[in-house]
């Protein structure tokens, strides 16, 4: 622990403990050992970035059994050249020309009830984000009313952990999607958890599926699409290999990956596919029962442990202060933060308007850090 974090001191940066989990505003993931060697060795020679993207697709594709994929800057590219693609199709002169849509069908539904923080991703494209719905309820015929002859494509932002059953489901979106010849996007980023998700939404008929190789053990700066061979032979066109490859300037060029984080992402996802996911979430439900363990007799907090095994962060904590406590969780978040290392923490992500409670998650701490963790709640109630 001598040296830890002391690369970032050394610039004048203050490392922290991130027991908030996999969030990109800490640095997202940490590449394990396997995904670090083999960007390492990566690094040693050049490779043509056609086939390079071409074969690690296959790899991707064949791992996940769905016809193609495509390795991108994060899940938040992928979303980004699936809409370009999906508006530009195998044009040159519309993929040169956007995000002017100027003559292409531009518009992307999206239930009221899924806009979210990542839907920017498909603005970028130069797409129209058209919503349907309410806040309340979706249903089939929201849907067939919202289509017009702009069209392009309906978006899914796929969450297994909270299905909300007022929601267009996935397969209604795909049967009206299909009736309608829309191509059908969905956001499944964090859906690594059971693995069968991964390719899942492209087999039950999506043209594409984004996934974010952060949550996978590769740098949080890469992950890819999955999808039909169409649909991924479109995206391409959109990419920064395509850009430089074939002198066409489509809107990819900025969102470069280095060769070594796709052979990185390739061997994230094969060990994820092959991992002991019960040692995997045994290691998290320990580590969450170890705080657990060292704060439950603090009479002022309630806590339990997260039954979720599902997605990105299995297991995990809540605290919520009770009636007998003199501060909020606000406080508590500042009081991590002001110590020695700071430790980050967050009001819950789904906690509802008069809420006060936190999560803590183990995706972010490394072995040991949970104890400091504990200790350090102990410390500042
Ligand atoms: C993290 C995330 C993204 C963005 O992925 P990046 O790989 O960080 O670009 C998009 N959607 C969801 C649901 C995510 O969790």
Redesign the pocket.
Known sequence: MSDWGEIYRSIGAQPVINAIG?V?MLG?STSVPEVKDAMDKADSSYVPMMELEEKAGEQIARLTNVPAAYVT???????TLATAAFMAGDNDDFIEQLPNTDGMKNEILIQRKQH???DR?LELAGATLVTFGSESETTKQDFENAITDKTCAVHY?A?EQRIDPMALSLEDTIDVAKKHNLYVLV????QIYPTENIGKYVRMGADIQ?V????LGAP????FALGTQEAIDKLALQSFVGYEGRRIRGLGRPQKVDRSEIVGCVVALERWMGLNHEERLTQAETMTQTIINKIKHISTIDVAMIDNILG?QPFGLTITPNSTADFTVDDIIERLKAGDPPIWTRKAFFAKEGEDYMEIHMFGLKPGEEKIVGDRIVEVL
């Open positions: 996999s990109t997202g800057s994060g899940a938040g590219s992928a979303l979210y923080w990542y991703c932002y969450d956001d499944a980023a964090g984004c974010a190789a952060k949550y949080h700066s890469v992950g990105v």
